[in-house]
């Protein structure tokens, strides 16, 4: 039928939509159920961190910081309070350390769960977002038991933490990881190998080493390509040099390299690692300590400008302050690994259809906090 | 149907047409009762059955485990407010639900409850079935359309495609009961399942153990039926991590609750068929068995069967729209044909 006219359709996923991870919005360009373009809009939860940061003293920038990845609070503060503290050039006690650590894991393991829960609700599966919130709630009971906050702790400061941990709490962190290791075997066997699961995912929006590099993808999302880079190891800040860990790339056991479903992997995998470093940091804990030794009264970081990245769990997470010698940063720049991983969805997924554009943005692992920030 | 009409003209009404009337009349009443009183039934299963899987214990608060919860939420949907979209095709709109509805109902009247319980025993009864189930896809369609979203409009042209898709690997394997059987009449497809294998009664005479090709054309249309019933993980038309709620989107309060009850309603019905063709319909699977009545067997077997839907629909991704075509297409409906073939042969040498 040469005569037949057909057109593109242009239809607007979100803001308001169950699969965009909060409010983001998608103009895609669709010819039947195939998708030609996507065109992310942003803007809808700009909450002008950077600006809010130029007027208010460090320590009190902390509480907006962990508001931009509120699925990984412990990891933003623990950046942000890194990057002053090395802007001050201060010493941290060990057990402080330590107990940063052993958070910013914990909290990694949280975001990879809610990662791992919704991924299967983009997908059409149910039941392991609650399995997945089940094991969260312990994480953030733990969180809850040492500084009363179960989403934005306001835990770790610059020089130190808020609270030491209570009573118990170990014993209870023992606990959680000898429930949570063996409960990746039960992911793998519900989600991970189920047929259609990997007829979803496998081979779908796959992102060659070559376009992740230069999408500047980070994190998890950067690792499933196959590229063997993890701040935590190649630019080892705090202590993590000292654990015994792997980093975890994708593979092509499913589907081609750095297709949907490694993706997906490699986050079940890291949260196996990083059980292994809260393990083997509870074991190291030193007893004696107090958390807020080194935290300084007065915080006036010379002049000068510092750019500190660490590993958040979408990525890396880098913070560009400028300080003029006064309580309040001239300038505070967050580069936040959600809005860099995003970008690559057109590139990704033209040609594929609406489900799949669901599946890899859900891979993608995006925080809409982060990225309008 | 036949001693309702009698009944009625027993205890004086006269005119054969008026209580022809009524019969029918008070026969849709029970069958509407009956969806309605299943619906609650099954959504309530459906919230434990889902709640126990997922490690939850599903509603507890509105009466004794929760067992007044769907009526808190039928009370709660008949307060809701009937919202028609300002650029909706008006007309079509108010129309989708109830033709969805209505298909569902149809295919009440040749659908057994039990020995001798079913309102019209046509001859041609199975065919009646799959013919009026293909009906739910005008229903769908015109939610889709009529809602003038684009997101509604997907849910509609995805259920046009499955449904049409799906109805074929179903009426094949039905016909396998029928080769059996050698009817198309339900009650005579059950009775012919009294006796199989060894000439046994009981469990060996239900068709889909009498040879291998049954036995696969039973799980066909245990896959196929599931889809036809846009259950997960063929619930493309109204998938909600893609299309929001697909053809449903605009509909709010018992306008909605139509499409929702049609949905339980067909999972009951291929619960049903697939006990009748495959399981022996109501036929006790202990030989000789009269304790327990023959309806009570069929709605065990169904409710079964129901079980098993659910079960699926918390375990499974959902499939994407090309794959639930090749499943279809290429899988499911070859293997019919298959079946077809090899029933065929094994009749002609063994039966």
């Known amino acids: ?373 | 149907m036949q001693q309702l009409i009698q009944f009625l003209q027993g205890i004086g009404i006269g005119n054969q047409v008026l209580a022809a009337g009524l019969a029918i009349l008070s026969y849709s009443l029970m069958v509407f009762t009956f969806i309605a009183v299943f619906a609650l039934i099954a959504i309530y299963l459906e919230r434990k059955v889902s709640g126990h899987i997922q490690d939850r214990l599903g509603p507890m608060r509105h009466g004794w485990h929760g067992l007044l919860q769907t009526v808190a939420d039928t009370i709660k949907l008949l307060g809701k407010e009937d919202i028609i979209p300002a650029n909706a095709d008006r007309r079509l709109f108010i129309m989708a639900p109830v033709i969805l509805f209505a298909a569902t109902f149809l295919v009440f009247v040749a659908l057994p409850f039990g020995p001798g319980a079913i309102a019209a025993d046509l001859n041609i009864g199975l065919f009646f079935i799959i013919a009026v189930t293909s009906l739910v896809v005008v229903g769908i369609i015109m939610a889709g359309y009529a809602s003038n979203n684009k997101w509604s409009l997907y849910g509609g042209m995805r259920s046009a495609a499955q449904i049409v898709s799906y109805e074929i690997p179903v009426g094949l394997s039905l016909l396998i009961g029928v080769m059996m059987a050698g009817t198309l009449n339900i009650s005579s497809l059950v009775n012919a399942q009294s006796t199989g294998l060894f000439g046994q009664g009981g469990i060996l005479g239900w068709n889909f153990i009498q040879n291998p090709f049954a036995f696969i054309a039973f799980f066909v249309y245990l896959v196929a039926g599931t889809a036809e019933a846009n259950r997960t993980p063929f619930d493309l038309p109204e998938s909600e991590s893609e299309l929001v709620a697909g053809a449903f989107t605009e509909y709010s309060g018992m306008r909605w609750a139509f499409f929702f009850l049609a949905e339980y309603a067909n999972m009951w019905i291929v619960g049903v068929l697939a006990s009748v063709v495959f399981l022996g319909g109501w036929h006790s699977p202990i030989p000789g068995d009269t304790l327990i009545p023959g309806s009570l067997w069929l709605a065990l077997k169904a409710l079964a069967i129901v079980f098993v839907q659910m079960w699926a629909r918390w375990t499974f991704p959902r499939l994407r729209v090309d794959q639930l075509m090749v499943t279809s297409w290429k899988y499911l409906t070859p293997i019919a044909f298959v079946n077809i073939f090899g029933v065929g042969l094994w009749l002609v040498l063994f039966g």
């Open chain 1, 1 to 373: 039928m040469p005569d037949l006219r057909t057109e593109e359709m242009t239809i607007n996923m979100g803001p308001q939509h169950p699969s965009t991870h909060g409010v983001l919005r998608m103009k895609l360009r669709t010819d039947g159920e195939v998708v030609n373009s996507i065109e992310p809009v942003l803007g809808y939860l700009h909450r002008c961190f950077e600006k809010h940061a130029e007027n208010l003293e460090y320590p009190q920038i902390i509480p907006y910081v962990e508001r931009c990845d509120y699925l990984a609070s412990m990891n933003d503060d623990l950046g942000y309070a890194l990057a002053v503290e090395k802007l001050l050039g201060i010493e941290i006690p060990e057990r402080v350390e330590y107990l940063r650590v052993i958070f910013a894991e914990l909290n990694r393991i949280a975001s990879h769960l809610v990662a791992f829960g919704t991924f299967g609700l983009d997908v059409g599966v149910q039941t392991p977002f609650i399995y997945a919130f089940r094991e969260r709630e312990m994480i953030l009971d733990l969180f809850e038991m040492t500084c009363g906050a179960r989403l934005l702790y306001n835990y770790i400061w610059i020089g130190g933490l808020s609270h030491d941990i209570p009573e118990g709490f170990v014993e209870k962190c023992y606990d959680f990881l000898d429930y949570f290791e063996p409960r990746i075997k039960e992911y793998n066997d519900l989600l991970t190998t189920n047929k259609i699961f990997v007829e979803r995912t496998a081979d779908v929006g796959v992102i060659p080493q070559d376009v992740a590099i230069s999408y500047g993808l980070t994190g998890p999302q950067l690792r499933a390509s196959g590229v063997d880079w993890d701040l935590r190891r190649d630019e080892p800040y705090s202590i993590y040099d000292r654990f015994d860990w792997k980093v975890i790339t994708g593979t092509d056991s499913f589907g081609s390299l750095g297709d949907t479903w490694d993706r997906y992997y490699v986050k079940i995998l890291e949260m196996e690692e990083s059980a292994k470093i809260v393990r083997q940091a509870l074991d190291q804990l030193p007893v004696e300590g107090d958390v807020q030794e080194a935290v300084p009264r007065k915080i006036r970081p010379p002049e000068g400008a510092l750019y500190f990245r660490s590993e958040n769990p979408r990525g890396e997470l880098g913070f560009y302050i400028v300080s003029e010698g006064h309580p309040k940063p001239m300038r505070v720049k967050m580069r936040s690994p959600a809005l860099c991983n995003l970008s690559v969805i057109d590139e990704i997924t033209s040609g594929w259809m609406i489900a799949d554009v669901v599946a890899v943005l859900g891979s993608l692992d995006i925080v809409l906090g982060e990225i309008d920030r």
